[in-house]
Structure formats: structure tokens, C-alpha cells
């Protein structure tokens, strides 16, 4: 980890009372050899360094982010906690078990779910799938029924349970594929991606069985995900990869902090204004007119602000008619943690 790495890591997370975490990494690497044709008679070999040199624990029953930009080697690290992948170097552990050497052994702990893939069948309704998963992991009946069941009600599955899986749209398949995750109750669960192309009530379902599943069960959750409001809901601990380094883990405000991001509020006035701008008692304004078009105005505020009180006193002060609330992207808060490495 370089300097500035150190600077910005602060675990909030941990091992917990002693020993190793639940989900160990230490000094893990995965180096890919890429063959690239450089003529018709030539090809040149290339190394990958997907995830070089990656340090951290993660302990039972820890919900954390873990996000970066595309190519920084967040799925390739998922490959290798579930052991699809051999790491290339370092030491991995998931509930004490090496997950390249004891693949079905870890299988029976683990619960995987990729959003831009399915493990469902595809030409079967849901509820023949989960059959053929209750047959494959040997989950006892009666345990399969309970889980099965809760799933159904949680995630709204009732209705889908009979319909072929490529019938079923983007959002109730992201549901299916979360209860078939969990059907022989996992200690572990990996999500890569699990609200991309979601509207946001299918979101905000998946956000609200995953709170519940983390709270009720004890459920470890490790979630990789392109939208910075899933963490910002969901997870306390926060770690930022890019170029296959770990560049940051602690807490989702100091992230703010760190990358001194922005969110926007975006309002529609009953009519024109001058720009809009509030200041805090004492100090500079804490939100800000960067846009203004007509009757919208677009207002720029600290990230690791709450949005509450500065909604309740443009609705108090103002003519509002509609308002939302924008996160800064991931690329952007990393972009400017580099700006502002020494
Ligand atoms: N099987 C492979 N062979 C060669 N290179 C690979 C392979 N898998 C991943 N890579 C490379 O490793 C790097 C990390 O990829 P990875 O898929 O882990 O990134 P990611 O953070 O999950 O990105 P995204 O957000 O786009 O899914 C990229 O440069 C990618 O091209």
C-alpha cells in the first residue's frame, strides 16, 4: 500500500474480539497473462495485475461496500473469495477455509449473486430452479421450506414462482436470484452489482431484505456496486479499489470527507429566482447554485452533509414544486481523492 493509501485507511471494520476475521485477505494477488496478436506472425504476452497486493478483514456479521472504478479488480477479488479463481499470490481465507482448495466445501457457506448474470435456469420457473438448487446443496426440507417461504414474502416472489425465468423482467429476476443465494442459508453473502439496471422500487426492495437479512440472520454481506446510495443505506465500512490497490477503508462519511465530494439537490421553483445559495450559521455557504436553468435550479452540498435540514429550509424559504437528491458518482469521488493526495 503506498503513502497515500495509509493516509486515507482507517478500518472501522475488523476481526472483532481477537484472531482472524470472518473474511481474511492478506498481501492477495491475481495476475492474468494476456496473449495480444502485435502482427500476423507475432504475439506479445502481457501481465494483468487485476488485484496486487489486497489486505483486509471483514468480520461475521460486517454489511461492507466495495467499490472502484471499472477494470479495478472488484470481480476478480469476488472470483477468488468463492474459488473460481487461484489467487496468485498472498493468503485468503473465508470462514477458515482456503476457497481454491476447498471449493464445495466453502459452497455450502457462501451465497453468490451477479447481477449481470443469472444462476437460475433460464427456460424454468423460478420454483423448478430452486428445487434443482434445494437437490444440489442438500439443504434438509424442512430448513428449505422456512427459507424458501421467507424469501417469497420478503422479496414479493408469490406470484413469480411459476413463471419461466426468461419471462421475468430485470428486477423480479435480481429478486430470484437473491432467494436462490440464500436457500441453504449462507453465512456469507457476495453481491456483485445487485441493483444495476433497476428502477428505483425494485432498488429500494433489494435494499430493505438486505438490511433485514444482515439484521435479522447475522448475514456477512460483501457488496460491490457501481451506485453509491446501496452503500450509503446499506453499509457502515466503505473500501475503495483502483489498479487492484486498496485506496481507502473506513467509514462512508470520511469517504465523503476524503474525496470531498458533493451531492446535488435538484429543484423546480414555482417560478425564476436568482440562484440559490444558504449559509450555515457562522460560516460559508454550505450549499450552492452551480446550475440554473429556468425554473430548476441544481444545488451543490458537502457529501458528508445530511440533506434533511438544508430540504426542510429550501421548502421553508422558497416556492419549491419538486425536488430529488443526486449522489456523485463513484469515478468522481475517487477522482478526487487523487487531487487531493499529497
Ligand atoms: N480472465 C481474465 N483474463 C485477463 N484479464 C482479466 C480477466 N479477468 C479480469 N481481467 C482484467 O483484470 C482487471 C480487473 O477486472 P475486474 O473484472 O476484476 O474489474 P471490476 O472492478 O470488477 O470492473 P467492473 O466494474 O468493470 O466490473 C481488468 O483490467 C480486466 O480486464
Same mark, same amino acid.
Given at each position: 500500500m503506498d503513502g497515500f493509501a495509509q493516509q486515507v485507511t482507517a478500518s472501522v471494520g475488523g476481526t472483532g474480539a481477537g484472531g482472524e476475521g470472518f473474511i481474511t485477505l492478506d498481501g492477495v494477488e491475481k495476475v492474468f497473462q494476456v496473449r495480444r496478436r502485435t502482427g500476423p506472425l507475432r504475439r506479445e504476452r502481457r501481465e494483468v495485475r +487485476?488485484?496486487?497486493g489486497i489486505s483486509f478483514q471483514v468480520a461475521r456479521g460486517e454489511m461492507v461496500g466495495y467499490i472502484g472504478p471499472n477494470g479495478a479488480g472488484k470481480s476478480t477479488t469476488i472470483k477468488m473469495l468463492t474459488g473460481i479463481l487461484t489467487p496468485s499470490g498472498g493468503r485468503l481465507r473465508v470462514a477458515g477455509i482456503d476457497p481454491s482448495r476447498e471449493r464445495t466445501r466453502l459452497a455450502h457457506r457462501i451465497g453468490v449473486v451477479f447481477g449481470q448474470r443469472t444462476t437460475l435456469w433460464w427456460d424454468l420457473p423460478l420454483r423448478d430452479s430452486y428445487r434443482l438448487m434445494h437437490r444440489m446443496y442438500r439443504v434438509p426440507d424442512r430448513r428449505y421450506r422456512e427459507n424458501l417461504d421467507r424469501c417469497v414474502e420478503l422479496l414479493d416472489l408469490g406470484e413469480l414462482l411459476d413463471v419461466p425465468v426468461r419471462q421475468l423482467s430485470l428486477g423480479q429476476r435480481m429478486r430470484g436470484d437473491i432467494a436462490a443465494a440464500l436457500l441453504h442459508d449462507p453465512e456469507v453473502l457476495y453481491l456483485d452489482e445487485p441493483t444495476i439496471g433497476l428502477d428505483v422500487v425494485s432498488k429500494a426492495k433489494v435494499r430493505q431484505f438486505l438490511k433485514e437479512l444482515n439484521a435479522d440472520r447475522g448475514t456477512t454481506v460483501l457488496l460491490t456496486t457501481h451506485d453509491l446510495t446501496d452503500i450509503e443505506q446499506l453499509c457502515r465500512r466503505v473500501m475503495v479499489i483502483d489498479h487492484g490497490r486498496l485506496m481507502y477503508d473506513g467509514s462512508v462519511a470520511g469517504l465523503h470527507a476524503v474525496g470531498e465530494s458533493e451531492r446535488m439537490l435538484v429543484v423546480d421553483l414555482e417560478r425564476e429566482l436568482p440562484p440559490i445559495e444558504l449559509a450555515p450559521e457562522g460560516s460559508g455557504p454550505v450549499l450552492r447554485a452551480v446550475r440554473v436553468e429556468g425554473v430548476r435550479q441544481w444545488l451543490a452540498f458537502p457529501a &458528508?452533509? &445530511? +440533506?434533511a435540514p438544508l430540504v426542510a429550509r429550501i421548502a421553508a424559504e422558497y416556492p419549491l414544486l419538486d425536488l430529488s437528491v443526486r449522489e456523485p458518482d463513484i469515478e468522481a469521488v475517487i477522482a478526487k481523492m487523487y487531487e487531493a493526495a499529497p
Open positions: +487485476a488485484v496486487d &458528508s452533509m &445530511s +440533506a
